[in-house]
Nanobody, 117 residues
């Protein structure tokens, strides 16, 4: 099983980034996909989730209206479009796959996002 994040980097406040998580080794279409983030000295927090069935989405209050999660089942990839970035969005962003409410779950290795002028 592999979840490989990409698209992180350094961006100025107000800028945008698009994270991608390309997966292999499991049946992507059956999994709920999420993005989490972890800032230095803090726990890992849920940013956004997209389900496998009805493709409904859930967002943390701190990113609502700025971030958009989406998935391409044919490419087995989940995306996180991040707009109007703020310094407090600085964190390592992790891709997460969950089946049957966590009976099976997988994590990516993370990608660093730094928002700074």
């Amino acid at each position: 099983v592999q979840l490989v994040e990409s698209g992180g980097g350094l961006v100025q406040p107000g800028g945008s980034l698009r994270l991608s998580c390309t997966t292999s080794g499991f049946t992507f279409i059956h999994y709920t996909m999420s993005w989490y983030r972890q800032a230095p000295g803090t726990g890992r927090d849920l940013v956004a989730t997209i389900t496998n069935a009805d493709i409904s989405t859930v967002y943390a209050d701190s990113v609502k209206g700025r971030f958009t999660i989406s998935r391409d089942n044919a490419k087995k990839t989940v995306y996180l479009q991040m707009n109007s970035l703020k310094p407090e969005d600085t964190a390592v962003y992790y891709c997460h796959a969950s089946f049957d409410l966590g009976v099976l779950e997988y994590w990516g290795q993370g990608t660093q996002v730094t928002v700074s002028s």
